[in-house]
């Protein structure tokens, strides 16, 4: 099988603070625009990968200032969603999409079996198999471990606003989940979904399930509206704030 990554170009995913020392994990899936240079940009402007179907602006940010906050572990995916989706079952009709929020994504069209595994092998597998070591050492270790998975959401979606500024996603794992729901519900003028403007299920997405689920850890899904964390300031409003209400949810959920 023909290498999909060129010498030169960067490995699939970055981890920061490989000697935490907390108990959180994050992980950041759509963390990238790049497409691997062998793939031609998948026949999207560049204004379309800037935009969220390329990847989830401002969430790189907040993860890397997290993981300085909570001296927590912390990995990066470094290729768009567009040339596979790490936040979606491979072989799902979103894992590599033909057509992403009405924009055509011509690279995605067609392509055989032996291409899609060929993105599933050198960007899905790698970035998943370094956070499953880490868990899994932390578990055979008897060391606590909590999972943050870091996304962004837009702020209208096909024509319809989305009020809320951030969002709660989980699936069966609740604990930690509706903890951190009631305290940024009580913080001052926050409007914050319930699952919304998505939710988790075991179909549309990976992370939190096998991740989180499959281990029995306390695990959470992260959405923050993207206009909100677009720039430093905004960056940094959201950074101080989950790094004060994440450590206040395991105690609130019992998990810490």
């Known amino acids: 099988m023909k290498a999909l990554l060129a010498p030169g ?3 699939p995913f970055e981890v920061i603070n490989t000697t935490a020392a907390s108990p959180w994990v994050l992980t950041c899936d759509h963390a990238s625009n790049r497409v691997p240079r062998c793939l031609g940009k998948l026949g999207v402007t560049d204004a379309n990968l800037a935009r969220h179907i ?35 079952p491979p072989g799902a009709p979103s894992s590599i999409p033909v057509r992403s929020e009405h924009t055509d994504i011509p690279g995605n069209l067609g392509i055989s079996a032996g291409d899609a595994e060929r993105r599933r092998v050198e960007i899905f597998a790698p970035y998943h198999d370094a956070i499953a070591a880490q868990l899994d050492a932390r578990v055979a270790a008897g060391r606590t471990a909590f999972l943050v998975t870091m996304h962004s959401f837009t702020p209208v979606y096909d024509n319809a606003v989305r009020p809320m500024y951030a969002a709660v996603l989980y699936n069966r794992e ?10 940024l519900r009580a913080e001052p003028g926050l409007v914050v979904g319930d699952n919304e403007p ?3 299920d075991d179909h549309s997405d990976y992370g939190i399930n096998v991740h989180g689920e499959h281990r ?8 923050i509206r993207q206009d909100l964390i677009a720039d ?10 989950f790094a004060r209400l994440l450590p206040a949810a395991a105690c609130v959920a019992g998990v810490a």
């Open 198 to 200: 998505y939710s988790v």
């Open 54 to 88: 390329g990847w989830d602006i401002g969430a790189a940010a907040v993860t890397r200032g997290l993981a300085a906050r909570l001296d927590a572990w912390a990995i990066l995916q470094n290729y768009s969603r567009l040339a596979i989706d790490c936040n979606r």
């Open 9 to 11: 170009e960067p490995g």
């Open 216 to 223: 029995g850890l306390p695990c959470v899904e992260i959405e």
């Open 174 to 183: 609740k604990r930690l989940a509706h903890a951190l729901l009631h305290l």
């Open 232 to 241: 430093r300031e905004g960056q940094a409003i959201w950074i101080d704030r």
